[in-house]
Nanobody, 119 residues
Framework: QVQLVESGGGLVQPGGSLRLSCAASGRISNIYYMGWYRQAPGKQRDFVAG???????TYVDSVKGRFTISRDNAKNMVYLQMNNLKPEDTAVYYC?????????????WGQGTQVTVSS
């Protein structure tokens, strides 16, 4: 069984920074993709950023130039560095991944971490 666990959320003032981390654990044989989504209250879950192995990262337009996604393949980790945060970035941030274990391949989600941008 594969699990994704996020950390690093919190309360930050507008213009501030946060770094989210997501750790994939279990009997992992390959990670094809890892990324981040977010869901604000009363809204749908939306794509933020993602990295497919061997390709360049992709971002939603609203975070380009402010957020940076990166992976540490040796540690099965993905990070989201968020700079110049705005109140509209407030949401629960979810890590997701397309991952193979020893027995199967599947799409997995973390439990989410709250990011609140407010003065």
């Amino acid at each position: 069984q594969v699990q994704l666990v996020e950390s690093g959320g919190g309360l930050v003032q507008p213009g501030g920074s946060l770094r989210l981390s997501c750790a994939a654990s279990g009997r992992i044989s390959n990670i094809y993709y890892m990324g981040w989504y977010r869901q604000a209250p009363g809204k749908q879950r939306d794509f933020v950023a993602g990295i497919t192995t061997g390709t360049d990262p992709t971002y939603v337009d609203s975070v380009k130039g402010r957020f940076t996604i990166s992976r540490d393949n040796a540690k099965n980790m993905v990070y989201l560095q968020m700079n110049n945060l705005k109140p509209e970035d407030t949401a629960v941030y979810y890590c997701d991944g397309e991952i193979s274990s020893l027995t199967s391949r599947g799409h997995y989600w973390g439990q989410g971490t709250q990011v609140t941008v407010s003065s």
